[in-house]
């Protein structure tokens, strides 16, 4: 072996550039320390193509930039789990601090049923039932469009 050459520790392949040709894989793995964690929370907060942009052309162009998502272009716009993850996040702290879902979040009954119970919990944990619904949501979506795709490739 080449004194130049590195053993890639994903594949094993002898490897003299910074990533590995054959899985690409970087060669030296990034230490996670402060900078790598600020770093990352910098990349979702990007105005160019973090979660505040992802929010601003979902409010402005909806259709047409989930379109140019799933056909083109992935790397404009948060990835959808990690945008309900982090919406979710923001609205649970907020939720808490300013008490914002007292007004239309309220539900009060005299016999505890097992309805009863599970609104208590959605009021109790408003933020994880956002990230339930967000899952069931997408499983009928994944469904759905399943559905849309085999029909409408047969015309």
Known sequence: MHPDLISCRNCSQAV????????????????????????E?????????????????????????????ITENRSRLVKPIIFIIVSSLIYTVISHFFH??????????????????????????????NILMGVCISLWLKLFSKNTVTTSSKY
């Open 41 to 69: 929370i910098q990349h979702i907060l990007h105005f160019e193509k973090g979660i505040f942009f992802t929010v601003k052309e979902l409010l402005v162009r909806p259709g047409q930039n989930i379109r140019l998502f």
């Open 100 to 129: 914002i879902e007292e007004g239309y979040v309220e539900f009060s009954e005299v016999k505890k049923t097992s309805i009863g119970l599970i609104f208590d919990w959605v009021q109790g944990h408003y933020g994880y039932a």
């Open 16 to 39: 003299n550039t910074r990533f590995c040709g054959h899985c690409g894989q970087p060669v030296h793995v990034k230490r996670v320390d402060a900078h790598y964690i600020l770093h």
